[in-house]
């Protein structure tokens, strides 16, 4: 069980699922036999940090625990064992730095630093609640370090100028897109691409990228969790 505690108590206000938090969770327990509920326990903590503002209270787990009938200490061991659960407020951007050997390698250590002058401790939250930020480990982007997850997108390859650029943007209301910050494709080489250059050896179908998840809910509507989508009767 990781060292990781709750915030102070008395902002752990009652919680309870909403009906469209209730149906996602609904539609990922359905990918589960009925006697196996609680397979669906992270994406139903997922979701139950998603609509508490971004961070798990007691009354959160609790519920959780009783949705999926599992005990709550058992619970309690999966929200503080994994970084994406945070147990304690966050900012409207929650950054996610990368510390492991690539991303450090690669120059993580000043990013870090940067978020601590430019936002503040690590797990404090920015005055007005925009930022907050910690440290974690491997994202599995290794080969685009250093990188960083803002909310629910990876941001790779920075530097301090990119990253100093990605918050600036973000408190001005812009939207930074996510991915790499150099001139690559994905994870190739760095660079432009030096082989199968020409158009005529594909077929257009991957000219654009992947807007949706095949299969995936519908996006969250504001201020809730997405709803479920239909299935054939």
């Not at 990781?4 to 909403?18: C, G, I, K, V, Y």
């Not at 910690?134 to 990119?162: H, K, R």
Request: charged share 25%; aromatic share 10%; with cysteine.
């Amino acid at each position: 069980m990781s060292h990781r505690r709750f915030h102070d108590p008395e902002h752990h206000q009652p919680f309870a699922f909403t009906q469209a938090t209730e149906d996602q969770i609904a539609w990922w327990e359905r990918k589960y036999p009925s006697d196996r509920r609680a397979s669906a326990v992270i994406p139903a903590l997922w979701l139950a940090q998603k609509q508490n503002g971004g961070w798990l209270s007691e009354p959160a787990l609790r519920a959780v625990a009783d949705r999926v009938g599992m005990t709550y200490i058992r619970v309690y061991e999966i929200a503080t064992f994994y970084t994406m659960f945070n147990l304690e407020p966050v900012g409207k951007y929650h950054l996610q730095v990368c510390g492991t050997t690539p991303c450090m390698l690669r120059g993580a250590e000043k990013l870090k630093s940067f978020c601590e002058r430019k936002i503040g401790p690590k797990g404090h939250v920015s005055s007005g609640g925009t930022f907050s930020w910690v440290e974690v480990e491997c994202l599995g982007a290794c080969v685009n370090a250093p990188m960083i997850q803002i909310n629910d997108y990876f941001y790779e390859d920075l530097s301090i100028e990119t990253l100093e650029q990605i918050i600036e943007d973000l408190a001005a209301g812009k939207d930074p897109k996510p991915g790499t910050y150099v001139e690559r494709q994905t994870s190739a080489p760095q660079g432009r691409p030096t082989s199968l250059t020409d158009e005529a050896l594909f077929d257009g179908s991957k000219a654009e990228p992947l807007k949706t998840i095949p299969n995936a809910p519908k996006p969250a509507p504001e201020g809730g969790a997405a709803p479920a989508p239909a299935t054939k009767a």
